[in-house]
């Protein structure tokens, strides 16, 4: 970290705090800042909530969040988020923190990947085991197309009529998207490249990608990508490589590339926050991190004692909540119930019992 902001390029939004990861941990961070009265806005490199839960156990069942005595990762989430709506946080996904200054007041500027400039009071980091990121081709030359012709998971995509869209991919995602893009791009010529013609999906979207393959919607092409093929600074074609070891060409105007994601734990390793084994240290009693004002919780700390469940995720967001209130408000924060307060029952939106 600095103790210096360059000059920002875009206005900076001026929030209480940032939480930098929407995994249960993040969500449920989120919601504590909401309760002690804060503004909050929550970053995170997917393009929707879940983090973890979402993406690696979204259909597993999980036994031990208190209360619930089973619920998939997508229930979860759901939950969490159905929860979590009151509180009205400013959303930033699809990117990542990618600075992280400290200015003279003692406030913190996050920059985004995506240009947004953050000025906060107070921050914190509910990674888990790093920001879930796209994996990515190792193909010479690729990544000079990243944003116009190549697409990593992408939302969605401008596509004209009678473009080659060519996803890549074995997995429900990529499936999923070769779908997506020929129900709504029907003059589009779409290809959906795997290593083998096998693909890992749901039975209902492979019965549909099959009903697409019979009518020509849908082209399937068993290869590997070797090399590409460019033309006055556009991308071509892909060189690729059949399963009987023999070449082939595929033209395309668009790549969409679905290969799954991994985590990474980016640029926090150079924020100058003391860390042992690639994750945060904290003091147990506020989850700050060596610099004040900075929390962590979740996967991403560690401390004497630490045991990476969720439940404990959310114990370390609620002490971490009531630490950053009282050192912003300089003052011991007045603990309150849910069952009885009338200030978090406004803050939920929910009628207060004593109410005419």
């Given at each position: 970290?600095?103790?210096?902001?360059?000059?920002?390029?875009?206005?900076?939004?001026?929030?209480?705090?940032?939480?930098?990861?929407?995994?249960?941990?993040?969500?449920?961070?989120?919601?504590?800042?909401?309760?002690?009265?804060?503004?909050v806005?929550?970053?995170?490199?997917?393009?929707?909530?879940?983090?973890?839960?979402?993406?690696?156990?979204?259909?597993?069942p999980?036994?031990?969040?208190?209360?619930?005595?089973?619920?998939?990762?997508?229930?979860?989430?759901?939950l969490?988020?159905?929860?979590?709506?009151?509180?009205?946080?400013?959303?930033?996904?699809?990117?990542?923190?990618?600075?992280?200054?400290?200015?003279?007041?003692?406030?913190?500027?996050?920059?985004?990947?995506?240009?947004?400039?953050l000025?906060?009071?107070?921050?914190?980091?509910?990674?888990?085991?790093?920001?879930?990121?796209?994996?990515?081709?190792?193909?010479?030359?690729?990544?000079?197309?990243?944003?116009?012709?190549?697409?990593?998971h992408?939302?969605?995509?401008?596509?004209?009529?009678?473009?080659?869209?060519?996803?890549?991919?074995?997995?429900?995602?990529?499936?999923?998207?070769?779908?997506?893009?020929?129900?709504?791009h029907?003059?589009?010529?779409?290809?959906?490249?795997?290593?083998?013609?096998?693909?890992?999906?749901?039975?209902?979207?492979?019965?549909?990608?099959?009903?697409?393959?019979?009518?020509?919607?849908?082209?399937?092409?068993?290869?590997?990508?070797?090399?590409?093929?460019?033309?006055?600074?556009?991308?071509?074609?892909?060189?690729?490589?059949?399963?009987?070891?023999?070449?082939?060409?595929?033209?395309?105007?668009?790549?969409?590339?679905?290969?799954?994601?991994?985590?990474?734990l980016?640029?926090?390793?150079?924020?100058?926050?003391?860390?042992?084994r690639?994750?945060?240290?904290v003091?147990?009693?506020?989850f700050?991190?060596?610099?004040?004002?900075?929390?962590?919780?979740?996967?991403?700390?560690?401390?004497?004692?630490?045991?990476?469940?969720?439940?404990?995720?959310?114990?370390?967001?609620?002490?971490?909540?009531?630490?950053?209130?009282?050192?912003?408000?300089?003052?011991?924060?007045?603990?309150?119930?849910?069952?009885?307060?009338?200030?978090?029952?406004?803050?939920?939106?929910?009628?207060?019992?004593?109410?005419?």
């Amino acid at each position: 970290m600095s103790d210096r902001a360059a000059p920002p390029t875009v206005p900076a939004i001026d929030t209480d705090a940032v939480v930098i990861g929407a995994g249960p941990a993040g969500l449920f961070q989120a919601f504590q800042l909401g309760l002690q009265g804060l503004g909050v806005h929550i970053v995170d490199a997917l393009p929707h909530a879940g983090g973890q839960c979402a993406e690696l156990y979204a259909d597993k069942p999980i036994y031990d969040v208190p209360g619930i005595p089973v619920c998939t990762g997508r229930e979860l989430v759901a939950l969490l988020l159905k929860q979590l709506a009151p509180i009205k946080p400013q959303w930033h996904l699809h990117t990542q923190v990618q600075a992280l200054e400290t200015l003279a007041d003692g406030r913190f500027l996050l920059t985004t990947t995506s240009g947004a400039q953050l000025r906060a009071r107070c921050v914190f980091i509910a990674a888990g085991v790093g920001a879930f990121v796209p994996r990515t081709l190792k193909i010479e030359g690729i990544e000079a197309h990243l944003g116009r012709q190549l697409h990593y998971h992408p939302a969605d995509a401008d596509v004209s009529a009678g473009q080659q869209i060519v996803v890549h991919g074995g997995d429900e995602d990529a499936v999923a998207a070769a779908l997506r893009c020929a129900d709504a791009h029907p003059a589009a010529n779409v290809t959906l490249l795997h290593r083998r013609d096998v693909f890992n999906a749901a039975p209902d979207l492979l019965a549909r990608l099959q009903a697409l393959r019979d009518s020509g919607r849908i082209t399937v092409v068993a290869a590997q990508i070797n090399g590409i093929e460019e033309q006055n600074g556009r991308l071509t074609a892909l060189q690729l490589t059949d399963p009987q070891g023999a070449p082939q060409r595929l033209a395309l105007d668009q790549l969409w590339v679905y290969l799954g994601i991994s985590p990474r734990l980016g640029p926090i390793s150079d924020w100058g926050l003391a860390m042992e084994r690639k994750q945060l240290l904290v003091d147990t009693a506020t989850f700050s991190t060596s610099q004040p004002g900075i929390y962590a919780v979740g996967d991403i700390n560690h401390y004497a004692g630490k045991r990476r469940l969720i439940l404990c995720a959310f114990h370390e967001a609620t002490l971490a909540a009531f630490a950053a209130a009282e050192l912003l408000s300089g003052a011991k924060v007045l603990l309150q119930y849910t069952t009885t307060s009338a200030r978090l029952h406004a803050i939920l939106g929910v009628e207060h019992p004593g109410a005419s």
